[in-house]
């Protein structure tokens, strides 16, 4: 098997040594308010806002790895036989390289490369709240005699509504337009923008050297009339570029920079600005701070604060490394990514607008930064909630920039509901989970809009966020099937399975059942004796019907079809179990003590494999349009018997419940993505990130992951890891102490900033259990139960807690 490349927990960083991995692998920088993701080989998609309405770069996934994507940089090197020209990313020249480092940091990419005597260490990062991605370039000869170096930054744009860019090429060519701004010093601004938005988004790039030359027109810059490649454009073997403004085409941005005679041992720092502003005039004071090397150095370091901070508020020390890295560092900074860019914008997800900001996604995205960004999640939550329709339910998924929202695939489906049946139950996790973490109560009275509008687009109704809640848990309780149980809706979770209207979830039952005891929770906390008692019987009246006729004798069924007919039993030849099932009966508290024992253990018999839980077995082999979606996939393949990764925290969570720490622990080992990095050719995705999927053991491919980054198997895997594992989690009265590990652990220790204060809590385990704790004190006191009481005077506390 090839090493790709080596984890340094020290520096934060993960780092690709070796180019040519499997498939592309990617950082991103920024936010969704400014920012994309910059692959291993320097290319970049950079949007502002929403990456199918205001899209900068032009990026195509799909084209194979060695093209350039995006942005890149060619290097000039003028030797007696002419010019050298070479990329330092390697790609798009596919020069042979003597060094390759790409250093995968917390919201930075940096390159480290030689090749032909000269040395590129290359910075690329969005400076935090700034409209620019920066790229700051040191090149330093390696050499022993003097040598001549251009370099030229290109750029690739794209149309602002980038699915247009696809799929008209009459109308987007004729819009965009390119224009220089030349200014003292030789400096210039290489501006461009679409016709209607050359007065309020318009793109440009710069630098802080002097320009000798610039391109604008993609067909100039490659030559013979685009014959020419870009592994080596003809108008590089020219001494200038042709300084063409273009009106029309395939707009890029080339800029020209003489850096003369370098000397042996000596560097040089070029700094590119990528930007986009109102106009050019309203970037310059952007320009004018960044091309200052001080400046670039300051918001690196501004960034490493702000990392800091995020990660330091909550830090573990367990008996494996592998989890200290991916809980300390690279889970909770995927967590903050898929927070912001939802399921949007990724290799995979492409971010052309079909698919927007999920509703069930970010709900659940949200969750998964609490304990470190708790204001920024509220302010998730609370822009969920404008998607929410007075009825309680919820559209699936919109743009952000627009606030447009859709019902997602059930659209395509004149037959089936309009709606997801868990996606308005997910808000009510986020918003109880919130207000554990912040005690925030005065949250619930604020008042939010439903979605519903009139016709001057305004909004019909609004209500509390407490309103809100109520209306979710309505919707669900008020749509119900033949047996009782919640509709299914066109989909829930698992939204590859999409039954006839009628059809029936017992996932949305256990789902809808945790949302209740988030509520009974908080109705007790607020001293509403009255709606915690209703909320009780809902959830007593809905544990009774999943134990009545959900049961199949050994594991809990998954769907009844419209018919009545179980999905997910013995009775079925094809999808006789599923995970979530199982893991959520034990979750929702529905399941009895020896019921659950038994569905997880039919779970870990017929669905564990060495590479992760599958979600269901055995696969559907054949298109059925009455299942739906999961039978689109070969047996193995995603929700289809694959290993569906976001399914496996809510199994150790559920075995953390029943007290299996063993368990539990081995099924977040064997999903961490840190213990692929020596077998990437088997599973191919980024080591530093879990994806969403790997294919099960019905797949040929068995163990090849795609999918990385955007999947809620950050969020989870995390709050498995935390929360359920080592156990500390917010309370409304504290933070509750209650891990379930291996029992051969001695202990472990956490460190955790909760309501201002921070607490250092050594957990022992003498006895060598799996749960339990038999005793707690706090700065050497002793408290009575498992949870640590709430101090406001934002000092640190020293907990220690003995297993037994």
């Not at 290097?75 to 390759?100: A, M, N």
């Not at 594992?725 to 909760?754: E, K, M, N, Q, S």
């Amino acid at each position: 098997m090839t090493i790709y490349g080596r984890f340094d927990d020290t520096q934060r960083e993960y780092v690709i040594t070796n180019p040519h991995t499997p498939v592309k692998w990617i950082n991103y920088v920024g936010t969704l308010a400014f920012g994309g993701f910059v692959d291993h080989t320097g290319g970049a998609l950079v949007c502002k806002q929403d990456p199918a309405l205001n899209r900068i770069t032009r990026y195509l996934a799909q084209m194979p790895a060695s093209e350039f994507k995006g942005e890149t940089l060619y290097l000039r090197l003028k030797t007696p036989d002419g010019v050298r020209i070479f990329s330092p990313y390697v790609v798009p020249t596919l020069d042979p390289y003597d060094r390759f480092e790409c250093h995968v940091g917390l919201g930075y990419s940096r390159f480290v490369t030689e090749m032909h005597g000269i040395r590129a260490e290359i910075t690329v990062f969005v400076p935090t709240g700034e409209n620019v991605l920066v790229r700051d370039v040191r090149l330093t000869n390696l050499g022993t005699e003097s040598v001549e170096l251009d370099a030229i930054p290109v750029v690739e744009y794209s149309h602002f509504d980038a699915l247009k860019q696809l799929t008209n090429a009459d109308w987007v060519p004729q819009t965009m337009q390119s224009r220089a701004y030349y200014e003292s010093g030789g400096h210039l601004i290489l501006a461009q923008c679409a016709f209607m938005k050359c007065d309020t988004a318009v793109n440009y790039l710069t630098s802080n050297w002097p320009v000798s030359s610039f391109e604008s027109d993609r067909r100039r810059f490659l030559g013979a009339n685009e014959y020419g490649t870009w592994q080596r454009p003809l108008s590089l073997l020219e001494p200038e570029l042709d300084s063409y403004e273009a009106q029309r085409g395939d707009n890029i941005g080339a800029l020209m920079h003489h850096l003369g005679a370098i000397e042996p041992g000596a560097t040089v720092r070029l700094i590119t600005l990528l930007g986009q502003a109102e106009s050019v005039k309203a970037a310059q004071p952007t320009i004018e701070r960044f091309r200052d090397p001080a400046q670039v150095d300051a918001a690196l370091e501004a960034m490493a604060r702000f990392w800091n901070g995020y990660l330091s508020r909550q830090q573990v020390e367990t008996p494996d490394a592998s989890m200290n890295s991916m809980l300390n560092v690279h889970n909770p900074r995927q967590c903050h990514t898929t927070k912001n860019w939802s399921r949007y914008l990724s290799l995979y997800q492409l971010g052309y607008g079909a698919r927007g900001i999920g509703f069930r996604d970010s709900a659940q995205d949200a969750l998964g930064v609490l304990a470190n960004m708790p204001g920024e999640a509220k302010d998730l939550i609370a822009l969920l909630l404008h998607v929410q329709r007075r009825d309680g339910s919820a559209m699936h998924q919109f743009n952000p920039l627009s606030m447009i929202a859709t019902e997602g695939d059930s659209r395509e489906y004149e037959d089936r509901p309009h709606y997801y049946g868990d996606d308005h139950l997910w808000i009510v996790l986020a918003v109880c989970g919130y207000l554990k973490e912040t005690g925030d109560l005065t949250f619930l009275d604020e008042t939010i809009p439903y979605y519903e509008k009139d016709r001057n687009e305004q909004p019909l109704e609004a209500g509390t966020v407490f309103e809100h809640l109520q209306r979710a848990l309505a919707f669900t309780r008020d749509h119900t099937g033949a047996h009782g149980l919640p509709l299914l809706g066109f989909a829930d979770w698992n939204d590859t399975v999409n039954l006839p209207t009628g059809a029936e979830s017992f996932f949305i039952a256990s789902q809808y059942g945790v949302a209740l005891r988030e509520m009974i929770e908080l109705c007790e906390h607020l001293g509403r004796a009255d709606l915690a008692a209703q909320y009780t019987a809902d959830y007593e009246a809905m544990r009774d019907c999943v134990n009545t006729v959900g049961w199949d004798g050994a594991w809990y069924l998954r769907y009844f079809d419209a018919d009545g007919s179980p999905i997910g039993s013995r009775a079925n030849a094809q999808g006789q179990i599923f995970l979530n099932a199982q893991s959520w009966a034990v979750i929702s508290g529905f399941a009895t003590p020896e019921r659950a024992r038994a569905a997880l253990d039919s779970a870990h018999e017929r669905l564990n494999t060495r590479h992760g839980i599958k979600l269901s077995a055995p696969g559907y082999n054949g298109y059925d349009p009455n299942k739906g979606g999961v039978t689109t996939y070969p047996p193995g393949a995603k929700e289809n018997g694959g290993i569906f990764l976001h399914a496996n925290p809510w199994a150790m969570i559920a075995e953390t419940l029943t007290g299996n720490g063993d368990r539990a622990f081995r099924y977040y080992d064997q999903i961490n993505p840190a213990a692929k990095n020596e077998i990437i050719d088997l599973f191919e995705c980024e080591p530093y990130v879990y994806p969403q999927n790997i294919l099960g053991d019905e797949h040929p491919q068995f163990g090849l992951a795609r999918n990385s980054w955007l999947s809620g198997t950050a969020s989870w895997t995390y709050q498995a890891g935390t929360k359920y594992i080592l156990g500390i989690r917010p309370t409304y009265a504290g933070l509750l102490v209650d891990p379930c590990i291996p029992p051969a652990w001695d202990g472990f220790r956490v460190t955790r900033v909760f309501r201002g204060a921070t607490y250092t809590i050594e957990v022992r385990n003498p006895e060598h259990v799996a749960k339990g704790i038999v005793s707690l004190r706090v700065d050497g006191q002793p408290v009575p139960g498992a949870v640590i009481p709430i101090f406001t005077d934002g000092g640190t506390h020293h907990v220690e807690a003995v297993m037994g």
